[in-house]
């Protein structure tokens, strides 16, 4: 069993610990090694879209991006991911926000890799670098991850390495942005782009902020965001207890 097969058995007893004690149920999704985990007690807050879920993902993170929305409600402002891969929490992101401009900021050139394989690789300190050479233009994955994109009408591909694909966005404001990228160049740039444009009430996901894995791929994340605080900051933060420890920067 990898690392990551025992991390789950651990953290599985400890969730039938919690929802004894809780009286929760607790209902467990095999997807591969990635199982996922869920707590139903405190849904009833609001109607969650399970079935978008369901599909596989991060329950804490999809759930916590869907209460997100409802608190930013009518807030103006698009909304944007840096670092989409497949798309799995860009299609949650246009879900939960249908009528805005969704500005997808990627590479886009996994057909030009092995999904098998790289598809559950945290990202190495000098990814952009590395897979320059290897993506193919001709191998773009945009229109498959258009396909499973509720509302694709809505999404601006922005193709190519960050943050020079964004020099057309300037002028843009955001109310929700994910930054799931997992370089320290990447990450910081993200930063000083994004911070600078996200509205008040704005909220921002760091993505891989809490994950211990073996290419301290957090580590560099956190890097990033001190010096990015040094820079624009101090932000106001949440971690969230998801998979790969995400960080909510509120503005
Ligand atoms: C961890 S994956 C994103 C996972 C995705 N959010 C999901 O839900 O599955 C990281 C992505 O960041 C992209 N990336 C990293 N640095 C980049 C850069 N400078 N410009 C564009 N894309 C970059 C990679 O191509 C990769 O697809």
């Known amino acids: 069993m990898g690392l990551r097969g025992s991390l789950f058995w651990n953290t599985l007893r400890l969730h039938q610990w919690m929802a004894r004690r809780l009286n929760l149920r607790l209902l467990t999704i095999p997807r591969g090694e990635f199982t996922c985990i869920r707590t139903m007690g405190y849904d009833n807050v609001s109607k969650p879209?399970?079935?978008?879920?369901?599909?596989?993902?991060?329950?804490?993170?999809?759930?916590?991006?869907?209460?997100?929305?409802?608190?930013i409600g009518d807030r103006p402002g698009n909304v944007a991911e840096l670092g989409v891969y497949k798309g799995e929490s860009a299609r949650t992101i246009n879900y939960c926000f249908p009528d805005r401009k969704l500005f997808l900021y990627d590479i886009f050139d996994f057909?030009?890799?092995?999904?098998?394989?790289?598809?559950?690789e945290p990202p190495t300190e000098n990814y952009a670098e590395v897979y320059q050479n290897n993506s193919s233009p001709s191998l773009d994955s945009t229109e498959i991850i258009k396909k499973g994109l509720p509302h694709p009408?809505?999404?601006?591909?922005?193709?190519?390495?960050?943050?020079?694909?964004?020099?057309?966005?300037?002028?843009?404001?955001?109310?929700?942005?994910?930054?799931?990228?997992?370089?320290?160049?990447?990450?910081?740039?993200?930063?000083?782009?994004?911070?600078?444009?996200?509205?008040?009430?704005?909220?921002?996901?760091?993505g891989i902020y809490n994950f211990a894995c073996e290419n301290d791929v957090d580590r560099r994340c956190k890097q990033a965001l001190i010096d990015a605080e040094k820079a624009f900051g101090p932000f106001k933060k949440v971690p969230l207890p998801d998979w790969r420890g995400t960080l909510v920067i509120v503005k």
Do not use: M, Q
Request: charged share 30%.
């Open 49 to 71: 879209a399970l079935g978008l879920y369901e599909k596989g993902g991060d329950y804490c993170r999809h759930r916590a991006l869907e209460l997100v929305r409802e608190e």
């Open 111 to 120: 057909l030009a890799r092995d999904p098998d394989t790289l598809g559950n």
């Open 153 to 206: 009408e809505n999404c601006v591909f922005r193709r190519g390495y960050f943050p020079e694909t964004a020099a057309p966005d300037v002028d843009e404001k955001f109310i929700f942005v994910s930054i799931d990228a997992g370089s320290y160049d990447t990450i910081y740039k993200g930063l000083e782009f994004f911070y600078s444009r996200l509205l008040e009430g704005g909220y921002l996901f760091l």
